[in-house]
């Protein structure tokens, strides 16, 4: 089962796949690293995005999404506009597709039960994919 890892980033869906196949995680291509929302963020340009989403998600058979949550207030929270996207993601239609939201906690407490097989480094992916990236790796080990 592959699962698209996403960190949201001011106006930008950062994204990893990552594939779980009979115990063993493999790294699909993927001809897009990061998707990115147009400045004027209007209600057509939500709609773009969202498409654009559904679509990588149908061409790559991805059906499950595991979203980095961003917290609401404080110093670490996120921005209005990665909320939008992250709810632009999670009412897609159409397509048959769990969006999940994982809380910092849960990622906490999943890679010390069960930490990361691999370095980062050693998987070949920009360093700005690792947030996605461990967010699709919980995914999987979360369930």
């Known amino acids: 089962m592959i699962i698209?890892?996403?960190?949201?980033?001011?106006?930008?869906?950062?994204?990893?796949?990552?594939?779980?196949?009979?115990?063993?995680?493999?790294?699909?291509?993927?001809k897009v690293r990061k998707l990115t929302l147009n400045k004027n963020h209007t209600r057509e340009d939500l709609k773009q995005f969202q498409s654009a989403f559904a679509e990588l998600m149908v061409e790559y058979g991805v059906t499950s999404v595991a979203i980095k949550e961003r917290m609401p207030k404080g110093k670490f929270a996120g921005g209005a506009i990665s909320f939008k996207m992250e709810a632009a993601i999670q009412l897609i239609d159409g397509i048959e597709l769990e969006v999940r939201v994982l809380p910092p906690a849960l990622i906490k407490s999943t890679l010390a039960a069960d930490p990361l097989p691999i370095p980062f480094a050693a998987t070949g992916l920009k360093a700005f994919q690792e947030i996605a990236f461990i967010a699709a790796y919980v995914g999987h080990m979360a369930k």
């Open 4 to 30: 698209c890892g996403v960190e949201l980033t001011g106006s930008d869906a950062v994204v990893c796949l990552l594939n779980l196949d009979r115990g063993q995680f493999n790294l699909p291509e993927c």
